[in-house]
């Protein structure tokens, strides 16, 4: 008999708790034991794929989510990452912006009253 220590049991286990819900509460919702939801969170046993799909609709989570290794590049993360990258980016460029602006100041009194007055 093999126990999960990472795989799919321990992220059920992590999407049931964030979901607010005891192992009793979720066997109810899906219609089991309580007895094997808890196989399913120490890798006994392995629920099915539409069984998945309903624990992962019930913990507001998805299939994907559940059955992946942690650290797993998906497309989603990579695009995630890209979009960090940028605003990193637009930040640098703002803040040099502004101290530039800051550099340069407000124009002398003299100037603004030397602008055209709106009638």
Do not use: C, F, N, Y
């Amino acid at each position: 008999m093999s126990t999960d220590t990472g795989g799919v049991g321990a992220r059920l286990r992590v999407a049931r708790r964030g979901a607010g819900l005891t192992q009793k509460q979720l066997a109810d919702q899906l219609g089991v034991e309580s007895i094997t939801v808890s196989r399913w969170e120490r890798g006994v046993t392995m629920p099915s794929i539409p069984r998945l799909r309903k624990i992962a609709e019930i913990t507001q989570t998805t299939v994907s989510d559940l059955v992946r290794t942690p650290d797993a590049p998906t497309a989603h993360g990579a695009e995630l990452a890209a979009l960090r990258q940028e605003l990193a980016e637009t930040r640098a460029l703002v803040d040099r912006i502004a101290s530039a602006l800051e550099r340069l100041g407000q124009p002398a009194p003299a100037a603004q009253a030397a602008l055209p007055q709106e009638i």
